[in-house]
């Protein structure tokens, strides 16, 4: 049974950092693509990141285009999310997920159960 369990969210002001994690268990990690997505009170569920199994390959929102990083340490079934210059807007329960093969894409077949990230302005 695949699990993922978040971890990093909290309380940031405006203009900081703040990187979120997701341990996987259950798979052989690095044969899955990984994803954030991020949902805002009262609004659906949107695409942040993807990476591919291996982390060469990385895709964004164009909202965190060039603030948000995602990576991963296959050696510790683990993903990350960095989160720079971090706005109010950004505030969401964040989930990480997994895909159904190691290329990055949207489609995700496995979700962890989400963290929550607050901006203060």
């Known amino acids: 049974q695949v699990q993922l369990v978040e971890s990093g969210g909290g309380l940031v002001q405006a203009g900081g950092s703040l990187r979120l994690s997701c341990t996987a268990s259950?798979?052989?990690?690095?044969?899955?693509?990984m994803g954030w997505f991020r949902q805002a009170p009262g609004k659906e569920r949107k695409f942040v990141a993807t990476?591919?199994?291996?982390?060469?390959?990385?895709f964004y929102a164009d909202s965190v285009k060039g603030r948000f990083t995602a990576s991963r340490d296959n050696a510790k079934n683990t993903v990350y999310l960095q989160m720079n210059r971090l706005e109010p807007e950004d505030t969401a329960v964040y989930y990480c997920?997994?895909?159904?093969?190691?290329?990055?894409?949207?489609?995700?077949?496995?979700w962890g159960k989400g963290t929550l990230v607050t901006v203060s302005s």
């Open positions: 997920a997994m895909g159904r093969s190691s290329m990055p894409n949207y489609d995700m077949e496995y």
């Open positions: 990476i591919s199994g291996s982390g060469v390959s990385t």
């Open positions: 259950g798979r052989t990690f690095s044969s899955y693509a």
